[in-house]
């Protein structure tokens, strides 16, 4: 069983970045399949972005897409979410989430498909 736990959160200006990372331990990170979720106050939720096992494949949101980057480095276990031109709107807490059981090339953009899940990082973007 793997555990996740999230870093990097904080306040940041709107236009601003910020990178968030997720360190894993107790498994074995490179058979996991990765994402990024958020979830607002009093909203559901949502999904951000995934990337497959070897990180050769990625998945964005629309409300994301050309602003974040998700990546991960095998080597120490962790993944990655780049954040820039921050808006408002991407105020929430970000949890990464683990899946098991998958396929080389492939991502997953729903969260009732991941297993494990970090306790979650607060972003503030301030306008």
């Known amino acids: 069983q793997v555990q996740l736990v999230e870093s990097g959160g904080g306040l940041v200006q709107a236009g601003g970045s910020l990178r968030v990372s997720c360190a894993a331990s107790g498994g074995t990170f490179s058979s996991y399949a990765m994402g990024w979720f958020r979830q607002a106050l009093g909203k559901e939720r949502e999904f951000v972005a995934a990337i497959s096992l070897s990180g050769g494949r990625t998945y964005y949101a629309d409300s994301v897409k050309g602003r974040f980057t998700i990546s991960r480095d095998n080597a120490k276990n962790t993944v990655y979410l780049q954040m820039n031109s921050l808006k408002p709107e991407d105020t929430a807490v970000y949890y990464c989430?683990?899946?098991?059981?998958?396929?080389?090339?492939?991502?997953?953009?729903?969260?009732?498909?991941?297993?494990?899940w970090g306790q979650g990082t607060q972003v503030t973007v301030s306008s």
């Open positions: 989430a683990a899946k098991s059981r998958v396929q080389l090339n492939v991502v997953y953009a729903t969260r009732y498909e991941y297993d494990y």
